[in-house]
């Protein structure tokens, strides 16, 4: 019924930039929080941060400061700037989405992506 689409994950060097994105597509009536979660080999899916649909943003601490989560409504999208990368960044990247459908528009329901790897070499 939704699909996200990440995009823009690479391989960089330490203190190098990326900016991913991640478009929602399909029966969205509204979409409330988006975010981005990361998941290194080993360790437990985190969150890095998250935008609500009036642009509030909360991040973790070890991205505080490094990276700027956005989004475009216009365009269904959520975007994450991510600058002074560092190899500890390395991880799958996912993006979600706190959406409402045309078919139940009176329930949210959170929906991910298939995820994009960003590798930081150091």
């Known amino acids: 019924q939704v699909q996200l689409v990440e995009s823009g994950g690479a391989l960089v060097q330490a203190g190098g930039s990326l900016r991913l994105s991640c478009a929602a597509s399909?029966?969205?009536?509204?979409?409330?929080?988006m975010g981005w979660y990361r998941q290194a080999p080993g360790k437990q899916r985190e969150l890095v941060a998250a935008?609500?649909?009036?642009?509030?943003?909360n991040y973790a601490d070890s991205a505080k400061g490094r990276f700027t989560i956005s989004r475009d409504n216009a365009k269904n999208t959520v975007y994450l700037q991510m600058n002074s990368l560092k190899p500890e960044d390395t991880a799958v990247y996912y993006c979600?989405?706190?959406?409402?459908?045309?078919?139940?528009?009176?329930?949210?329901?959170?929906?991910w992506g298939q995820g994009t790897q960003v590798t930081v070499s150091s």
């Open positions: 399909g029966s969205i009536k509204s979409i409330y929080t």
């Open positions: 979600n989405a706190e959406t409402s459908t045309i078919y139940i528009p009176y329930r949210a329901v959170t929906y």
């Open positions: 935008i609500t649909s009036g642009g509030s943003t």
